[in-house]
């Protein structure tokens, strides 16, 4: 059964870094999205992305934030300049129509 | 501002009931309802999904939604030690949109 797929699976980067997030959507799927849930905290959507563009994005999702399809199988987050709030575990998730699926996550842990 | 509100739980059973998991929503115009099973340190998987009035069942699971109370639960029959879990619930808007979570409800299946 296709899944989707995140690299790495743990991020540990010191403040002020850069770090980039990827993703591999479910092959066929055309809606993507990245959520992030701090330990202990819900699932809070940050970002939406249809047809090479930011369909919807959170207040979360500010200018620090930024993502790409660089080719057409990965879908990337870049996070510019780490803050120490910023660690959680990041979902990219995929949805053909409604159902969204996710992947396992990657741990970012900002030092 | 959108919410969905769960009771955090734990809620506890033995091995062999029914758990009865509950959500209401805030947002009157949400279109789509779902359930996710949460195994702690993993990513959210989706097992359920709702879209109408009424009840939808999959195996053991039963979703109910009723949209003018803005109520949505889930059931597990013949629950297992394997069923123990957070559960949460989201909703989206029409289309193709972001997901709200819940906190979700904390399941404890006891043999």
Redesign the interface.
Known sequence: EPEVTQTPSHQVTQMGQEVILRCVPISNHLYFYWYRQILGQKVEFLVSFYNNEISEKSEIFDDQFSVERPDGSNFTLKIRSTKLEDSAMYFCASSYRVEQYFGPGTRLTVT | QKEVEQNSGPLSVPEGAIASLNCTYSDRVSQ?F?W?RQYSG?????IM?I?SNGDKEDGRFTAQLNKASQYVSLLIRDSQPSDSATY?C?V?GP??????????TRLLVSP
């Open positions: 789509s779902f996710y993993k990513s959210p998987e989706l999904s879209y949460l989201a989206g289309g193709f949109q972001k997901l709200v979570f819940g906190t979700g």
